[in-house]
């Protein structure tokens, strides 16, 4: 018998809830798919097309930046995959206002469904905390984490919090919300203007 997995689309209607306004999510991949389906914000930063394996990165460049703000990263585990070495970057320059969530659905969703390598020995968790991070959850079911989630992204930080979310198979992959670099600048006038 497997193990309980929730519906990615609705994990992040949670947070899309829970997120305060002056919070910046970063999505990418299938995250991002969804994510744009949801009331768009000026401070989301979606990372499409191609940005695999680069949210973290991303996202810790802006929380160091912003300081006073809470960054959320909502990455796929096969992105996660593509970039370890960020949580330790993470963890190191001690960005207490991260806040990363880590989507399994065990497979490469956006690219066509491929199992990733090892699907369910990969353990985020432990390597979250061996990476140093402060805070760090895992969830299955979705009743708890609409339950958990604000008190997650309150957590202290660095957080991680790894979601078991179903695989969602033949949707296509993200559509690009327009031009990258008139995004970037509506992004950059939305955090001017926030002070």
């Not at 497997?2 to 990418?28: F, I, N, Q, Y």
């Not at 066509?112 to 390597?127: H, K, L, R």
């Not at 309150?154 to 969602?168: C, F, I, N, Q």
């Not at 990258?180 to 006038?189: E, K, N, P, S």
Request: hydrophobic content about 45%; proline content about 8%.
């Amino acid at each position: 018998m497997s193990a309980p997995r929730m519906s990615a689309k609705e994990a992040l209607v949670a947070v899309h809830a829970a997120r305060g306004e002056r919070d910046v999510v970063v999505t990418t991949m299938s995250p991002a798919r969804d994510w744009m389906t949801l009331r768009q914000h000026p401070l989301d930063v979606v990372l499409v097309p191609s940005a695999m394996g680069h949210a973290t990165s991303i996202g810790l460049g802006i929380a160091l930046a912003q300081p006073e703000r809470r960054v959320i990263v909502c990455n796929g585990d096969g992105s996660m995959l593509m970039n370890l070495g960020s949580l330790v970057s993470i963890a190191a320059a001690g960005a207490a206002n991260l806040v990363v969530l880590v989507f399994d659905n065990g497979v490469y969703e956006v690219t066509g469904a491929q199992p990733i390598p090892s699907p369910g020995a990969i353990d985020f968790v432990a390597i979250a905390r061996g990476s140093g991070f402060a805070s760090v959850f895992e969830h299955s079911e979705i009743d708890r984490w609409r339950e958990d989630v604000q008190r997650i992204l309150s957590a202290p930080g660095p957080t991680m919090a790894l979601l078991h979310v179903e695989p969602v198979t033949g949707i296509p992959g993200p559509r690009s919300p327009g031009p990258a670099a008139d995004r970037g600048r509506r992004f950059t006038a939305a955090i001017q203007q926030q002070g």
